[in-house]
């Protein structure tokens, strides 16, 4: 298995751009995560699916952000305007369960690390 | 409203010797942890986890401990080996929270 794939690896934007971050899921996991690395806040959680279902996206930092989880195989993370302040790594990971406690391990994407100017 | 508290940024060991993480949590309503483990330029991969059932759990080098009463979790490795150099990770799985993280060097 390829493990989790994200694209792109690397992303420099100007300031007001919309920024796409893809993420492809293990075959056959049934919830997938969005993280966020700052220095600040360290790595936080966005927003999480089950089933292609988002189920809390109390992490997401404002409505600028949105996700979707079109099928079990896809899924995306837009920013719409970027700001300076977005400029993070983005991991996605992904889970065979789908209890927010399941005692599963969570696999992650080498993630997408962006620079918004 | 950090949960999950690694109080030490950093940690220098020398190769061979012991390495010692620590991590405290509050308000917990699952007391299940898990340490991940990072590389520079990669996601976070998991390394060794512990549940409420017990106190220890071990897997090689990697030695898991809990304290529930006093609500800290500790990861030693022994002995360190420079592929340990990391930046490790606490989290508490029922809130999906991770700690901030403790750089790991282990020296020649």
């Known amino acids: 298995d390829a493990g989790v794939i994200q694209s792109p690896r690397h992303e420099v934007t100007e300031m007001g751009q919309e920024v796409t971050l893809r993420c492809k899921p293990i075959?056959?996991?049934?919830?997938l995560f969005w993280y966020r690395q700052t220095m600040m806040r360290g790595l936080e959680l966005l927003i999480y699916?089950?089933?292609?279902?988002?189920?809390?996206d109390s992490g997401m930092p404002e409505d600028r952000f949105s996700a979707k989880m079109p099928n079990a195989s896809f899924s995306t993370l837009k920013i719409q305007p970027s700001e300076p302040r977005d400029s993070a790594v983005y991991f996605c990971?992904?889970?065979?369960?789908?209890?927010?406690?399941?005692?599963?391990?969570?696999?992650f994407g080498p993630g997408t690390r962006l620079l918004v100017l | 409203d950090q949960q999950v508290k690694q109080n030490s940024p950093s940690l220098s060991v020398q190769e061979g010797r012991i390495s010692i993480l620590n991590c405290d949590y509050t308000?917990?309503?699952?007391?299940?942890f898990l340490w991940y483990k990072k590389y520079p330029a990669e996601g976070p991969t998991f390394l060794i986890s512990?549940?409420?059932?017990?106190d220890k759990n071990e897997d090689g080098r990697f030695t898991v401990f809990l304290n529930k009463s006093a609500k800290h979790l500790s990861l030693h490795i022994v002995p360190s080996q420079p592929g340990d150099s990391a930046v490790y990770f606490c989290?508490?799985?029922?809130?999906?929270?991770f700690g901030a993280g403790t750089q790991v060097v282990v020296t020649p």
């Open positions: 990971a992904s889970r065979a369960g789908i209890y927010r406690g399941n005692q599963e391990t969570q696999y």
């Open positions: 075959s056959g996991h049934n919830s």
């Open positions: 699916f089950n089933n292609n279902v988002p189920i809390d």
């Open positions: 308000n917990s309503m699952f007391d299940y």
């Open positions: 512990i549940s409420s059932i017990k």
């Open positions: 989290v508490n799985w029922g809130k999906l929270q």
